[in-house]
Structures are given as C-alpha cells and as structure tokens.
C-alpha cells in the first residue's frame, strides 16, 4: 500500500502542468516555493520506497536463482543416482539398484519443487520489475520537474527584483520631477528679477527726488533774485540784472519804473470801469 500510495504520488506530480497552476496561483512565488519542497519531499520518500522495492525485487530474484540452482543440482543428483541404480542392477544387486531408484525419485521430486518455485517467483519478479522501471522513470520526471520549478522559481524572482529596481528607479525619477532643480533656478532667478527691478524702482525714485531738489534750488535762487531787486529799487539803487549791466544810467531806471507805474495805474482804472 505504501509503495502504491508513492507511486500514485509520484505519477500525479510527474503529470502535473506546472504553467496551469502557477495561472491560478494568487502568489505564484509562494507556490513555486511551496511546490520545491513538496518535490524535494516526495523525491525522499520515491527514493526510498524504490530503495525498498529494488531490494524486495533483488531478494525474490536471489530466492529464483537459488531455486534454480537447486533444480539444476537435483536434477543432476537424480541422474547420478539413476546411473548408479543402473549399474547395480547390471551388476545383479537388485536391492541396491532398488535403493538408488529411491534416491533419484527424491531427488526428482526436490528438482520439481525447486522448479515450480521458480515459476512461481517469475510473474512476481516480472510485476516488481515493471513496478520499479516505471517509479524510476517517475523519479526521474519528478526530478527534472523539480529542476524546472527551482529555474522558474529563480526566474520570477529574478524578474521581481528587477521589477523592485525598476519602480525604486522610477520612484526616484518622479520624485526628481517633482523637485526640478531647473524649477528652483527659475524661482530664484525670478526672485532676483523683481529685486532688481524694485532697486531700479528706488534709484529712479531717488533720482526724481533730487531733480526736485535742485528745481527747488532753482526757485529759491529766483525769489532771491526777485527780492533782491525790489530792495535795490527801494534803495534807489540799480536792479542787480545782467540786461541792465553796464547801462549805468539812473534816470532810465527811474524812467521805467514810471512807466512800470502808470502801467499799474491804468489797469487799475480799467478795473475800477469795469
């Protein structure tokens, strides 16, 4: 029962389609592992059971040579015994002949015997034969299976740390995507735009606050050019102007300011009129 449980074993691992039932698998990894030692497991138990079945088979094969051999020895005792009977009833000794008879019948009989265990041990011999070529044969399936699934095995777990690498990698690249150095150069390149277009901003502002420093220079320089000339007509002196310079005439200074006068006077009338 044992060996028939292991041969049954042995034939349903040999025929199993390993790509069926790694498509069916939730984790075929798991299942190829699971599925090597399984292998590794029953290939034990085979090789033992076709170790106990090799050694039945070598033991029935020795108990029929034995019987052989013991039908060819009895067969020839038989016949010494039935020359030697032979002998002494030529020679007249007829109890002798009579006995040596009796020898070789007993020996016939043990060669007889010896026959029939051989062909008795023969359909065993041939039964065990079969039994043990087909779980060799299945060993040796089962070991080239098993070879299989450790090359698939290695293979997917090749191709999953390959795959592992891979999304480390594009990992990495998206996470440089999004912390572009180029971005950052772009930001702090218009960071320094804007600083230097609000320095450019203060010196123009700087710039237009000192032309109105120096218009107002200016302004002061004319009022005191204006009271400085009232004071010198006041005075009765000469209006400190350069269209006046070197005319050195009082009387047409007091000429103008009559007419500046009687100006005044008329547009005061027109005024008073109106």
């Known amino acids: 029962m044992v060996k028939q449980s292991i041969f049954g074993r042995i034939s349903t691992l040999a025929k199993a389609n390993i790509n069926a039932m790694l498509d069916k698998a939730e984790d075929p990894q798991k299942m190829l592992d699971q599925m090597v030692r399984d292998y590794t497991n029953n290939i034990s138990e085979a090789e033992a059971a076709i170790a106990q079945t090799i050694g039945n088979l070598r033991m029935i094969e020795d108990d029929a040579r034995e019987d052989r051999?013991?039908?060819?020895?009895?067969?020839?005792?038989?016949?010494?015994?039935?020359?030697?009977?032979?002998?002494?009833?030529?020679?007249?000794?007829?109890?002798?002949?009579?006995?040596?008879?009796?020898?070789?019948?007993?020996?016939?009989?043990?060669?007889?015997d010896a026959e029939q265990q051989v062909r008795t041990a023969e359909p065993t011999i041939a039964s065990q034969r079969e039994i043990v070529d087909r779980l060799k044969g299945g060993l040796t399936t089962m070991k080239s299976k098993r070879q299989e699934l450790v090359a698939k095995r290695d293979e997917l777990n090749a191709r999953q740390k390959s795959v592992q690498a891979q999304t480390a990698v594009a990992d990495a690249v998206k996470s440089i995507d999004l912390l572009d150095p180029t971005s950052e150069v772009s930001r702090f390149e218009e960071k320094i735009r804007r600083e230097e277009a609000r320095l450019q901003g203060q010196q123009e502002l700087a710039a237009s606050s000192l032309d109105a420093q120096f218009e107002s220079l200016e302004d002061i320089g004319h009022q005191s050019e204006v009271e400085a000339r009232l004071a010198a007509l006041k005075s009765?002196?000469?209006?400190?102007?350069?269209?006046?310079?070197?005319?050195?005439?009082?009387?047409?200074?007091?000429?103008?300011?009559?007419?500046?006068?009687?100006?005044?006077?008329?547009?005061?009338?027109?005024?008073?009129?109106r």
């Open 69 to 112: 051999e013991a039908a060819e020895s009895w067969g020839q005792k038989a016949q010494a015994a039935s020359l030697k009977a032979d002998q002494f009833r030529a020679e007249g000794k007829t109890a002798d002949a009579q006995k040596f008879d009796n020898l070789a019948k007993i020996a016939i009989e043990r060669q007889m």
């Open 236 to 273: 009765g002196g000469s209006q400190p102007s350069a269209l006046t310079a070197g005319s050195g005439s009082t009387g047409q200074a007091s000429s103008d300011a009559a007419e500046l006068s009687m100006d005044y006077s008329a547009e005061g009338e027109d005024s008073a009129s």
